[in-house]
DNA sequence: GGAGGGGATGACAGCGCTTACAAAGGGGCT
DNA sequence: AGCCCCTTTGTAAGCGCTGTCATCCCCTCC
């Protein structure tokens, strides 16, 4: 191959600019990257040859002589719901300042049948990853950390793994709280998947919950868990379910803003008001959550994925640092799809939620 | 640098599979990128070395040696919104089975300050671009196409080069339409931005809202039309500035459902109902339309990223293909927001004296 | 004034591939 | 049998950088 006239159409070389300005290729190399030990004439000089000449850096050569990739993997399970593309939105704010590539990678629901599994691809092509949101013991991850590259998980954690996530046991705690607080005495859950994931935020909303319950000397009812599959659809089927009882519950906490407002469309299927005949809490900070009324227990999903970043950023820095898991506060916003228990009516049947004036 | 001993624990590289399998390079580089004129033979034997010995192409070797850069870059202002996390969505899916890599690069709004202008960082860095939703005017847009790399537009289009989008006038005429056939005739618009950006959807859509106007011998009253921004935010403030008019509309058409969404709490907030008081259409087909009951138009955003991430790979595989604009077909979807005009009562004075439920 | 030190620069050998080109072998055909 | 062509393989020259090492020069200090 080659064409052996560098001046070629194809591109300026460093060894152009290093002719141009009159001193080696390594002086360019060093000027160009902010090495130290390079006289500032000579680096402001360098700079504006290389300006002016219009030269960019070829990525593959600096990598392959380098050998760091440039690039880091942001692996994530979905890209269109609301958690991941704001994590990932934070993420790629971030490494837009940086000059390490963002190469994006969706698995798919782990559940799944997998396209190409990740770490094959991976290996040699990205100097660290981020993972959002995927379950540490999902195989996947495995072979991930043996890749042995510098890590960061979103919203989960795992021993001797950097990661950045929220409370989510306070999260849930305090959505169950706040229905326990209204004189709600049989509170539902809408979970996520059936079978429970260790160390995944699923889990700890689900203690969360347990927790609050039991503090207050209620029961936990196993029949008031159903799973909602992180889905409207998902959280509706799940709320229909929870009324199909023979005693409901008079509140629930979803887990996810989605499986929200799954739930309220059952209800408003049923002819029932949330507020008012059944209390719902949600989980996110969904801007849509504020459409529709909905309590909910908002988690900075932007911030993580932007702290996430740094975090790694940092690591790839100085890789001495010890990993450590960082956590971002939740807080409660309480709307109108949660109300003290039995306030207005018992249970009756209007058709659609809008109230007359008064 | 250099280890010479290329079975250091950096890697296999090529040559320890040479040695292995006992050929050349040059064979084993053919056998395992599939290229013809290869003995089968000697292409399984090749093959079942390199997987024994885990050995992973380098991509920066191969794309330094080759001059391709293996990989292609999304471009899009948005990623948390649900066109742009759709669209990406389904690039994604296609590329995940290329042996192309996703940058991905997100611009923030057009009209905010840069960050770093991406043609900038693209030169060198990847083979083709994907461009979601920007405005071929942007300047941005510009210096792309100055680079001289395969593009395909997703949701815009421009002469000269491929694009996949739907046909906006169609379903801003659909939209519009709809609403006429209701029996309304002050029909109001919630747009994009102020001004109008040229082969961009919301012009479109303008241009079916306008047609379907004229066409039924309605007047297209500018005061009826007013920016919401693309936001839920500015959506209602939008339909709040339309039911300030001293004659407001009976129906608007938001030119995206999050917009749409802003406008039906505008109403809430007004003591309004969606469909008896005022009609709203939506646009998009989202997720939460169905739930909030919203009359929309569906594109398939989905299919228009998978289609054009398909359209590029053509492209790279043939550069000699001429670029075509591809439509998708989108789809109304009828609910309980839109309803024909004064079906319940006359319309009420939008601020007082609404009435309670019949 | 000479030795020693350190900052600035240059020379050059790779990094691990790809690919033109050359070479070798194996038929089919005349 | 000899020729030609085609398929298969090997050889080797880069691709455009980076990093090590050597060199040079200018200062400082004894």
Redesign the pocket.
């Known amino acids: ?4 006239d ?1 001046t070629a159409v ?2 300026i ?3 152009d600019v290093a002719r141009e300005a ?6 360019v ?2 000027a ?2 902010g090495l ?4 500032p ?3 402001e000089h360098v700079k504006r040859v290389a300006d002016r000449l219009d ?1 960019v ?2 990525p593959a ?2 990598r ?4 760091r990739a440039g690039s880091i993997a942001v692996i994530t399970p979905f890209l269109a719901r609301w958690y991941f593309s704001k994590v990932l939105h934070g993420v790629e704010r971030i490494l837009q300042r940086s000059d390490l590539d963002l190469l994006l990678y969706s698995t798919g629901d782990p559940s799944e049948v997998h396209r190409v599994p990740p770490h094959r691809r991976l290996r040699r092509r990205v100097d660290a990853v981020l993972v959002i949101g995927l379950p540490v013991d999902s195989p996947d991850l495995q072979e991930l950390f043996e890749l042995d590259l510098p890590v960061t998980l979103i919203g989960a954690h795992s021993a001797g793994v950097s990661s950045v996530s929220i409370d989510d046991v306070e999260g849930g705690r305090m959505a169950t709280q706040h229905l326990v607080n209204l004189g709600h005495e049989r509170i539902g859950l809408i979970s996520g998947r059936p079978l429970p994931t260790p160390f995944f935020p699923e889990n700890d909303r689900l203690s969360g919950y347990q927790q609050a319950l039991s503090a207050s000397g209620l029961v936990v009812d196993q029949q008031l868990q159903v799973p909602g599959f992180f889905t409207i659809e998902g959280g509706e089927h799940a709320m229909t379910a929870q009324l199909a009882q023979p005693k409901p519950p008079t509140a629930v906490f979803a887990m996810s803003d989605e499986m929200a407002f799954g739930a309220l469309r059952a209800l408003r299927r049923h002819g029932l008001q949330p507020g008012r005949d059944v209390s719902i809490v949600g989980f996110d900070g969904h801007e849509m959550a504020d459409l529709l009324d909905l309590t909910t227990v908002c988690q900075p999903a932007e911030d993580l994925g932007a702290l996430a970043a740094r975090c790694l950023l940092d690591l790839l820095d100085d890789p001495s640092i010890e990993p450590q898991a960082k956590r971002l506060p939740t807080q409660l916003y309480v709307r109108g799809s949660t109300a003290i228990r039995g306030a207005a009516h018992p249970v009756s049947l209007p058709r659609h939620g809008n109230d007359a004036k008064p």
Chains 1, 2 share one sequence.
């Open positions: 191959m080659a064409t052996s560098a194809i591109g070389t460093i060894r009159g001193v080696s290729t390594a002086t190399s060093r160009l990257r130290p030990n390079v006289d004439v000579t680096r030269y850096i070829s050569a600096s392959l002589a380098s050998g």
